[in-house]
DNA sequence: TAGATTGTTAATCGATTAACAATC
DNA sequence: TAGATTGTTAATCGATTAACAATC
């Protein structure tokens, strides 16, 4: 009877933030013909250290070949597998205003595995519109187009002061996993995980390093 | 003759991706009318613990006082500075398609203290359309645009395809701050700082959680 | 004074890095 | 076999946390 197997499988989040920029660089890898990959190479197209790539990958299993690399087709396919990329998430967007408009027209979601299955919006002025495949419906719509589907990805695209109530209205319709683009913070229970994209503060914290460049004797 | 102070102004990155969340949460106390605010009040709108909001606090100066709090009013004021938000920070936009023109129309980049003063696209379809306050120009004037303001921030919402191409062209016009909205990798020369949101990661990220959630015994 | 809250310390935790034995 | 490259170790670095003396 062979040992059972139980690798100790827990993935750094530093680690897995990673793992997209790995998988997105060895699509374009095997896009270009390539059979096996370094973790020099991959480390430099994905721009961190050869080191950091090895104690990543080596976090997923035993996957590469001393002497030779990894092999790109198979590495495609591990962390694919690794990070739940069925090639078929269903994601919901709240807020149909000028980011939201973007990101349900934004060809790269479809082209990494994300299909929109709603979009919703309290205006009434934009009740009815057609956006690519889907009218603009309320957000009252929200438990219909999710539907107990506890997969659905809920992406927030409203003004700041509206987004805690999409939250929580999202979390009832049984959604647990929510992308946020609002400027605020986000309370949720313990089973659903939030992130919070802020692009104004993105944007502070390359003025930070500016001013601190540019003003050196402060 | 008093000692010259020389604190060692080396702010933490993890604190430094703080700050502007500080700062927002700060502006909303001060509309509702908050004098001060303690390290726990702050940290509950900010989503942190309160220790780490006074350890955060504390790389700034010694601004708080025991038993009382934090003055909200003169804590914006240092947590700007810090910043550098002189309120005026000027930033030009390459790649007006769907999020270009999101970003372009973006409320929240006025209101925390930016603003546009160019946006381009090599498409000549898109020459000459009104934007807000801005026509839409050719690439080939990001230097004109720039002319020589090293202040200028540059954001990229191009096809990945061709974004080293414009980080390029941006570096050769002076631009020392780049935010990047094109999922690809992007190499820069040691004084320019580069930020890339990659909207497709991020939702990826949130599927590895989920992924985990619902098939725990892979 | 008594109660509240900061600023800082020290311990812990997690992430990065360099080095190299293992091995293709 | 010789050269290349992984997987892993151990050291280092940076960030978080809890605790509490200082002090308003």
């Known amino acids: 009877v062979p040992d059972v197997n139980r690798p100790p499988r827990r993935i750094p989040d530093a680690t897995v933030a990673r793992l997209p920029v790995y998988h997105r660089c060895l699509l374009e890898l095997r896009e270009a013909g390539a059979a096996t990959v370094s973790s020099e190479?991959?480390?430099?197209?994905?721009?961190?250290?050869?080191?950091?790539?090895?104690?990543?990958?080596?976090?997923?299993g035993t996957y590469g070949t001393r002497?030779?690399?990894?092999?790109?087709?198979?590495?495609v396919r591990q962390i694919g597998r690794e990070l739940g990329l069925t090639g078929n998430w269903p994601i919901v967007i709240v807020?149909?205003?000028?980011?939201?408009?973007?990101?349900?027209?934004?060809?790269?979601?479809?082209a990494r595995g994300f299909r929109i299955v709603g979009l919703?919006?309290?205006?009434?002025?934009?009740?009815?519109?057609?956006?690519?495949?889907?009218?603009?419906?309320?957000?009252?719509a929200l438990a219909e187009v999710v539907a107990g589907d506890t997969s659905v990805i809920g992406v927030i695209a409203v003004p700041a002061a509206a987004a805690q109530d999409v939250a929580d209205a999202m979390v009832r319709a049984g959604i647990t996993s929510i992308l946020s683009f609002s400027p605020t913070v986000l309370a949720a229970p313990p089973g659903v995980a939030v992130r919070v994209v802020d692009l104004a503060s993105e944007l502070q914290i390359l003025t930070f390093h500016q001013h601190q460049r540019t003003e050196p004797a402060a």
């Open 67 to 75: 002497g030779v690399g990894y092999d790109v087709e198979n590495l």
């Open 120 to 140: 919703l919006d309290d205006d009434p002025a934009k009740h009815g519109s057609r956006l690519g495949d889907h009218l603009v419906r309320p957000t009252s």
């Open 41 to 60: 190479a991959l480390a430099e197209q994905s721009g961190v250290t050869a080191s950091k790539v090895r104690k990543d990958l080596s976090y997923l």
């Open 95 to 110: 807020g149909i205003g000028n980011l939201g408009r973007a990101l349900a027209a934004y060809g790269g979601f479809t």
